[in-house]
């Protein structure tokens, strides 16, 4: 509460312009409302069937279906049309704040590990030199560690985590060109270099515990001649 | 109708002194400062921020600003990110009165949500955070105190000039709503209990995320993980509710039973002990830039400035007795 300093500082405040805390008031709250509707869950898988049918997607539904003791095709129809219908509503109702957000940095979504993923991958730079490839890079390993400033600050890394589980997107192949150039600086006398992405499904606490080692299998393999590079 | 609506008018209308708020400006500025030196320094900028025609990595388009002033160009990047650098200088120390220090909050706010919308790949929910804690504080009063700003007007660093306290609220509102709705988004099976609480367990099997290989190691501590998890899941979807303890607290003249039980303790101090303990677990295990950072700098602004400088004096008090006591055990053995 106010100090009967404050209160008269702002009493005076008001008789000067009687209207400002009721329209400071309007805004503040429209702000409020912005932000509360914009957080609402959007992300556009949502409504996408392509991501429902993803096989992960649908083990989920399968386990929240027998968690619930429903049927599970019933449940997923129910869940899907009451989602669309979500969708185009949350749709309508942030369109007018759309503009807002963009212009004043106050777009709000916090998908933040919302379904962790349960494969993971890991990234491989060979450089051929004098006929023999060796490994200059691999993720989370300390042998091969060339420009690991650059593979592990946050915002590549962030990169690059999205494009294990999309390296169909075409920022993967994009990504690939540019570690090749880099390769290329780094690496004057090699002729070719290889970049790899290797993927497997993560283990279980019962399978680490016996030893099981994960089943990796290369997702992706480009082969580039530095020469063009050059 | 009338009343509720004079409850927020009166409520927008309270004014405190500006501890609270400048605290969070120089612990969001120093955030920004190594948001942006980092990249610098990794030699990021432009691979991330330039359009693949320009050396970058990717085919970019850019925010409406960086559209207008002529699309993702290594040159345009660097101006911007010039400009970021420092004015986010500026604004730690509390450069600029009432009206030229919103002016560098806002050029500070415009030319980091450029840069850091220029690639979503690399861009986290840390920028988002940031720059909506910017947007609020364009219309505050930061550097009322604290700040060069108040050393230059009053001849030292603090002040008792009274400032809104509305930006504090939204910015509370901000934080609880940004866990909340992570929290209520955390819908896998693997959150839930139905699930076991694993979710924590194969998060640190991701090596795209965790700050070293920990997938061997996680299965040895699962019990611990599932704790952690059960914990996480819950404080993060209940966190919306500490706004209930601080209307209670806002109209504690009303009494009432309720109100009453709900002003026992203070719920802040359980919830920012679950919070800081949460985004120390992250900082140590996984990588994900400084988003604990930019979390916790909210942290501030859930206490009153008065509260801050009592706090301030109890913690002068604790270390002056403990200097004393060490000093007069040390003469004691001297003797």
Redesign the interface.
Known sequence: ??SPA?TE??ERA?RKRPWW??L??VL??S??CA??LM???SSHRLASRAYWDKAEQQA?LT??AN?LGVDREEFEEFLWEWTQRYVRIRKKITKPFLKYA?????????????????R???YVVEVEQDGVFRSVFR??DSSATWNR??F?????????????THPQL??YA??S??VAKRVAEDFPEATRCKITLDTWK??S?????HGVKPDAKRTRSQMFTLEVFR | MRRR?QF??DL?????AGTSLALFRISIGLVALYSLL??A????VE??WTS?EYG????LGG??LVQYLGGPKPGLIWTLWGIAVTTSLAFVLGLGGPISGRIITFVM??S??ALV?M?P?????YD?LL??G???LVFADATATLSVHSRLREGRWRSET?VSA?PRY?LI??LL??YS??G???????W?P??GYT?L???L??????R??F??M???V?PLLRFGTAVTWHWEQISLLLLFWFYCR?TADRGGRVRHWVLRRDWRVGWAFVGVSLHIGILLLM????FSWVSMSYYVLLWTPAEWLSHGRRARKFWRGRVARFGQSRAKKMS
Not at chain 1, 102 to 118: A, K, V
Not at chain 1, 205 to 209: D, M
């Open positions: 509460m106010s404050q500082l702002s008001v805390p009721h400071r008031a503040v709250l702000h409020l932000i509360v957080s609402l869950p989920d386990r929240w968690t963009d212009y004043t940095g106050t777009r709000q979504g916090w998908t933040m590990f919302s379904g962790p993923r349960r993971t991958g890991r993720t989370q400033s650059q592990e600050h946050n915002r590549l890394r962030k990169l690059m985590a999205k494009l294990t075409p920022a994009q990504f060109r540019w993560t283990l606490p019962g399978q680490h515990r | 609506w927020f008018v927008f209308d309270e004014t405190e980092s990249i320094v990794a030699g990021l691979p991330l693949v970058g990595m990717r085919t925010n409406w706010l415009q980091y949500n919308t690639n790949l690399g861009s986290g929910s988002a720059s909506n910017l947007w609020v009274l509305w939204v509102v901000q709503l940004m709705l992570t209520l988004q955390k819908s896998a099976h693997i839930t139905g699930g979710a367990y194969w998060v099997q991701d090596l795209g995320w965790t070293y290989d997938s061997e996680a299965a040895w699962t806002y990588n994900v830039g400084p």
